[in-house]
């Protein structure tokens, strides 16, 4: 009992002493416990608290988050669980140098995407020259049809994009994933710093920390410029599937930030001149953008799924007729497929005769012979993934997965190699996070949100997403993950609060 009353005593953030690496690159720390330069004068001010004292602002931020409502959804057998967001509270560091080269490699990266959806609802270049196989195009989910022919407002589909960042061990950043349909998890980066500012408000009295709360203004300017009607305030709207959609909270939220009106499909209407119509209590309201958070599939019954009651009947038509903007536009999301990523450097290159800034995690199509032959020899190395499932489902961790679930995976990839790529298992890098009344080491990524319209826009950081079970690479909400606010600081102007 004694020796556990000193431990008790002792300083909880001593983390030099206390913290020990993992073998993956540590965001905070370096290899020898020192810490990076970007986070010294968080490592002091960590280090200078008395015991006790980080603990009783975790219980106070807990608070907060259940008391201003933030949550996610979570679906299981036995309905949907309403749970408030998890949020650790030391933040992510970032050097501004680091992150402004990211910053670039991203909007390179999201304006080559664009060019690509473009062309291939239009001319197809990149298919007739050879660069993009037609096969892919013949086997996405997510290529509609129904757009073919379209080009909209400043040529850009995908309005906004939350590409996923990972760091190796040796230090690389590298994207995992894009997201182009309907990216989520904004509303949980801007909430984290609103949390942080209650933790730390020492920090934010003249620290270089960079601000992420422009984020709402700048959506709202992008969705605005997407309006048929020039000269005039455009009314835009944010189509929610409603209250029992998992990400509710974030649309909510973002309508709310913007000034927007947060709509159903119930809500809308198209009238004969294939002009949108919001349903109000003083009369119809003409709708200029839609910001949807519905998939493409419930958008539209008539051009897509039939019955659907999420949707609004004539909306395609609405919007290829030029009556309306959406964001993300339909079709989007044939880029937002895991098979297209691997294409993603070549589609770079293609459209802006430019290396890519940020490179992609070397991956394996298993629709190639030879490189399928590969993965299924390699099951116990690699993750392999679905082209188009999110959220973490569908994929196998093999290092991690059992002999028959391998072998399971393997009949799954050889009836539909289509539909599977694979990468190696990379040691993706961890962060202090406070587990109990201690730090441990563990695995996160970054989602910078990028916004396409008349110009180009980039969060500064993202949401920082972490994997709160030991040694898990998953960080997804939906299966046990949490997040951290995400830090940019000017090094070369930084400050060190007593």
Known sequence: MLRRKRQHHRSLMNISHDYRNSEAYDEL?????????????????????????????????????????????????????????????????????????????????????????????NEQRIVKDGVFPLEVIAGSRNFRPQCLGITPRFGVWAHVCGTDLVRDKDGTVYVLEDNLRVPSGVSYMLENRQLTKRLFPEFFQGCDILPVDDYPVQLYDALAALSPRDGERPVVAVLTP???????????????????????????????????????????????VIYRRIDDDFLDPEAFRPGSALGVPGLMRAWRNGKVGIANAPGSGVADDKVVYTYVPKIIRYYLDQDPIIPNVPSYLCMDEKERAYVLANLDKL?????????????????????????????????????????????????????????????LDLRPFILQSSRLYATTGGLTRVALKAGSLVVNSSQGGGSKDTWIVDTEDACYPA
């Open 383 to 443: 993750v392999v993934k679905p082209a188009n499932e999110s959220g973490g489902y569908g994929m196998i961790i093999g290092p991690r997965a059992s002999r028959e679930e391998r072998a399971a995976f393997a009949e799954l990839i050889r009836a539909n190699p289509r539909n599977y790529m694979a990468q190696p298992t990379l040691s993706i890098s961890t962060a202090p996070t406070l587990v109990g009344d201690c730090l441990a080491p563990r695995h």
């Open 242 to 288: 409603g209250i029992f959609n998992s990400a509710y909270f974030e649309h909510s939220y973002l309508a709310q930030q913007m000034g927007a009106f947060l709509v159903e499909g119930s809500d809308l209407m198209v009238d004969a001149d294939d002009r949108v119509y919001m349903k109000t209590v003083s009369g119809p309201r003409r709708v200029d």
């Open 29 to 121: 720390l370096e290899p020898g416990g020192q810490p990076r330069c970007a986070a010294r004068a968080l490592f002091r001010y960590l280090n200078s608290l008395q015991p006790g004292e980080l603990e009783a602002r975790r219980q106070s931020v807990d608070a907060a988050i259940m008391t201003m409502g933030i949550t996610f959804t979570v679906y299981s057998e036995a309905g949907n669980i309403d749970r408030a967001w998890p949020f650790d509270i030391i933040p992510r560091v970032m050097a501004k140098s680091e992150w402004m080269r990211i910053e670039e490699g991203l909007k390179q990266r999201l304006t080559a995407l664009n060019l690509f959806i473009n062309d291939l609802y």
